[in-house]
């Protein structure tokens, strides 16, 4: 599946901050950092956040503007293809982009807050966009736990790792949709077959 963001020119970074009080969630002690790590269903982004060098950041406590962290479970790393997973491993540079597309810094820390129709920026300067059906989604990605709250903002779990790329980097793309889309984005467990994982890993 292909998702389109709409992208005006990032001159500023748009915040939704929104104070805990004002979720009418109660934050404990943890971090955000503490919540991916001591949970085992993510694991495998615990580590990742390590090898990046952004477990300190991630736990910084009593921020004033909070983390978001939409975090795939461990299932979600199992369910990519091996091409992904070994390009994961050893390549750092792709590791780091692929983490920095699930963090944001300075969104409203529940999913209420957030709501529908917003967008948020990701610590890699990437934008997210925010659909509320049945479900929340971002991007693509069904939000599957939400509002794991700690006391530098939240973590809410996803399906699927996202990866987001400028669109003249996206070989599934005509050039007039290169020309109208700035960035897409997908899931990386769509298909072990897809032509375009192939292209990420060569």
């Known amino acids: 599946m292909i998702t389109f963001l709409r992208v005006k020119p990032l001159i ?13 969630l109660s ?76 963090l944001v810094l300075g969104a409203s820390v529940s999913v209420d807050g957030i709501g529908s129709g917003n967008t948020l920026t990701t610590a890699g300067g990437q934008e997210l966009d925010l659909i509320q059906r049945e479900n929340l989604y971002v991007k693509d990605v069904v939000v599957t736990t939400k509002d794991l709250i700690g006391s530098n903002g939240v973590v809410h779990l996803v399906e699927c790792v996202m990866y987001v790329q400028s669109s003249r980097e996206d070989d599934r793309l005509t050039a007039k949709l290169q020309d109208t889309f700035a960035q897409t984005a997908c899931c990386l467990a769509d298909s072990r077959t897809d032509l375009h994982h192939d292209a990420l890993v060569n």
Request: no cysteine; net charge negative.
């Open 12 to 24: 500023t970074i748009s915040i939704f901050v929104t104070s805990l009080a004002g979720t009418g």
């Open 27 to 102: 934050a404990d002690e943890s971090t955000v950092w503490d919540n991916v790590q001591s949970n085992p269903k993510t694991t495998t982004f615990a580590r990742y956040l390590s090898d990046v060098g952004l477990a300190d950041a991630l736990n910084t406590e009593n921020l004033i503007i909070p983390w978001t962290l939409f975090v795939p479970t461990d299932d979600a790393f199992n369910k990519l293809p091996l091409g992904i997973k070994n390009k994961l491993a050893n390549d750092g540079e792709f590791k780091r982009k692929i983490i920095m597309s699930h």
